[in-house]
């Protein structure tokens, strides 16, 4: 599933992204559309971020509650209910 957020196109005097908060919304929409919880190499699959930025961004978005931790199986959903937040 291709969940990058669709960034438009880069006037070169413009002010630049924040390249790990792009990849946290990469995050957060890939498992708001996710059938279930998924593991980090499934998110790192599935958003093109490489395994070992992932987990970090999710540990630090699973701190913040954003994101819910299933130690039996290490695997993250989404935490806190969003109701209105957009699958990619």
């Given at each position: ?7 438009p ?29 998924l ?50």
């Open positions: 599933m291709d969940t990058a957020l669709p960034l196109e880069r006037d070169p005097g413009a002010q630049r992204d924040v390249g790990a908060v792009i990849h946290a919304i990469r995050i957060l929409q890939h498992l708001a559309g996710a059938t279930g919880p593991g980090v190499a499934a998110v790192a699959r599935g958003t093109g971020i490489s395994p070992s930025t992932c987990f970090n961004i999710l540990r630090t978005l699973t701190r913040a509650r954003f994101v819910a931790f299933r130690d039996s199986d290490k695997t993250y959903t989404l935490g806190r209910p969003w109701p209105s937040w957009p699958p990619g």
